[in-house]
């Protein structure tokens, strides 16, 4: 008579993989052990989060594994919501700086044409130190003449 055996299932970071724990082989995330064995399955739940399949220990770890998961609150880690909420903040203000940098490209670049203006006599037509940026103002100025 063959002796009777026990699945069981890795719960957590390790589901799913496979590895050898406590003398038994996981392929997949479950082994097969000894149903007389429960020294073998106490050491198994206890220490590497494996708990026979179907059983309520597997449940109950199953549940509080998600809910740590969806909390974020596994060992310390945020969860990758929070850690894609920050990223998205993050890129918010780059933008916000970014935009900032622009708009003081465009006024020094408008108060260098002014001053190049006013220093070969021309003075620009009002409309031009009034107007908003526009695509010409988005390149850099061309250097004035060279002074003799």
Do not use: N
Not at 114 to 127: H, L
């Amino acid at each position: 008579m063959a002796a009777r055996v026990v699945e069981v299932e890795l719960v957590g970071p390790r589901a799913g993989t496979s590895c050898v724990l406590a003398g038994f082989e996981f392929v997949g995330g479950v082994a097969r052990v000894p149903a007389d064995a429960q020294s073998a399955l106490d050491i198994l739940a206890t220490y590497h989060s494996a708990y026979p399949r179907e059983s309520r220990d597997f449940e109950a770890a199953q549940a509080k594994w998600e809910e740590r998961q969806w909390k974020g609150d596994s060992a310390g880690e945020a969860s990758s919501t929070k850690e894609v909420a920050r990223a998205r903040e993050a890129v918010e203000d780059l933008k916000a700086e970014l935009e900032a940098s622009r708009r003081e490209r465009e006024e020094l670049a408008a108060r260098l044409a002014r001053a190049e203006g006013a220093k070969s006599g021309s003075t620009p037509a009002p409309e031009a130190s009034a107007a908003p940026a526009t695509e010409s103002q988005e390149k850099p100025p061309k250097p004035g003449k060279a002074a003799k």
